[in-house]
């Protein structure tokens, strides 16, 4: 289907709006009040400061024909736990080529464990222009041929996103944008912890827009204010690297991020805690140089063919570019304590996260929950006929228990694997209702035996308790449930978007309570200690690990009680079920708005879709004019 990319250029007037001038032809909008004038702006979009030298001779990100779409505004939390991922090519023909973009497209789907609610892309081509394509839903379905075939360029960024309750809204969808200073494009995973004072800092000294609650956009702002205190046309280096160290002393909690600068080349950054995981590759580029790939994980750099898979360090930030990398430790020091639930549960058991394999340290998970598991079946005088993994992820741990217990290891249940994970489903009967259309018990496999099923973790407990009510079902004579993690008692703040403390199950109850709860005839856990040995033994370096959920101590400080009952307000069944019914209390919004112009943060505000499936081809609205737009067209 043939279409036609425009220019735009946004004119602020006398009175505060502004206006959006097509190159041909005048339409204008009301934007709505401000209390500063934005930044000048000339008729081909040039800002008229901050210039860094190597956009030197480049025209400006161009603003590309809109689409138009529907704005969920009533979206206020935060995607939990995503994929992030990074793509460098030295090739110089693939500037307007879709070569970036169709490989980010299939490191995104190696990635879609980590994120399945909403996905995007946005690619640096010729003369700095920034192509986007980014939608609710999986990856497979945005990044069809068509919407590959509009990502040109060079270099790119790619964000999936993790399924949180309430918050569907397109406009949280990653990467962010930003046109000042440069034009950086940004993708983060991971979670702030002071956002409330960063918010304040923006709006009241910075006078900078923060158009969702995503605390991501939060972070690319504090970045962005960052590099435009230098007032220079010309930034180096060490104004990107003073920029992030300043960051770093700003921000706290968790942060594995990546800033595209256009037509300059890629900033990668990750906290002083390393909390979130992220990592490099290269390879040999088609036609000399080096390619470079930053991920969350070290399977997209096996998958894209790169190699010398390297962990970005604690408190490290990285510049690539065509020419060069440079490297340098900005952050303050502070203990290396990656998330240990990466090892748990989130990670695919092929990635080696901060040296550590998760395939083998989900082994050596099995091995000592199996010695736990003696202990425990000889003081309940219990003797086991089958261990049966939950699936998928308990399948390693699973086989290496039977193996240690010397007891068989069966498949019991069959996955419906289009059916997505269960314990961020917005209410409880609707995950019961999931658990039941994502399993199926096999009765072969269960009638007349005493059966331990093993299982990742027990989060909420409403999937356990239907896993072992379908056991019982089929004739289980006792089920013993077993988890690779300890009792998850506390909330976690770093990017993981848990229930509050009330909503877990092992929250305020002992373990023979949990078991009554759940339905099941025992309930054995593994140890933290255990737990921690599983993964330290592949990297005795690491002495510490990030693992608040089970012991209630942040290893970033700055967590009390009133912050664990605000992030609890904002996560419980109820909040969310206003949230997904327009219902939002009025004080979710109190001292949240900003003054300053709009930076352009979602696919209708800034880079904007370039994707017929955003919405309906009425007329654009004053949203839909603003920054870069979806990369392709339909009716």
Known sequence: MAFTRHSYTFQPDKFGSGRVIPDSSLTVFRLGPRTRPPPKICRRGHHHRNIPPSLKGYTAPLLTNPHPALRDSDSVERPKMCGILGLLLHDPLSTQTSAAGTELAEGLSLLQHRGQDAAGIVTCGSGGRFYQVKANGMVRDIFDAQAVAGLKGWMGVGHARYPTAGSSAQAE???????????????????????????????????RHINTDSDSE?????????????????????????????????????????????????????????IRPCGLATRAGARGGTDYLVASESVVGQGLGFHGWDDVKAGEAIIITRNKITRRIVG???VLAPDIFEYV??????????????????????????????KELA???????????VPDTSRVAALQCAQ??????????????YVGRTFIMPGQSQRRKNVRRKLNAMPMEFAGKVVMLVDDSIVRGTTSKEIVQMAKDVGAKKVIFASCAPPIRFPNVYGIDMPSRHELVAHGRTQAEIAQEIG???VIYQTLEDLVQSCRQFNPSIQEFECSVFTGKYVTGGVDERYLEHIEKLRNDNAKAKKLHGKVQEQEFLVEGCSGP???SDSLIGLSNHSPKVGPTAMPSPNDMVGLHNSWYGS
């Open 173 to 207: 969808a990653q990467p962010f944008y930003v046109n000042s200073p440069y034009g950086i494009v940004f993708a983060h995973n991971g979670n702030l912890i002071n956002t409330a004072s960063l918010r304040q800092f923006i709006d009241a000294e910075a006078h």
């Open 218 to 274: 939060l972070l690319l702002n504090i970045f962005a204010n960052n590099l435009q205190k230098t007032g220079k046309f010309r930034i180096n280096e060490e104004d990107i690297f003073t920029a992030i160290s300043d960051l770093m002393k700003t921000c706290k909690g968790a942060y594995a991020s990546i800033a595209m600068l256009a037509g300059f080349g890629l900033i990668v950054f990750r906290d002083p805690n390393g």
């Open 332 to 334: 303050q020091p502070e």
């Open 345 to 374: 549960y989130f990670a695919r058991p092929d990635s080696t996260i901060d040296g550590i394999s998760v395939y083998r340290s989900r082994m050596a998970m099995g091995d000592l929950l199996a010695e736990t598991a003696k």
């Open 379 to 389: 003081k309940a005088g219990l003797n086991v006929d089958v261990v049966i993994p």
């Open 404 to 417: 240690h217990l010397g007891i068989p290891y069966r498949e019991g249940f069959v996955k419906n694997r």
């Open 520 to 522: 099941a005839d025992l």
């Open 598 to 600: 709009m930076n352009g």
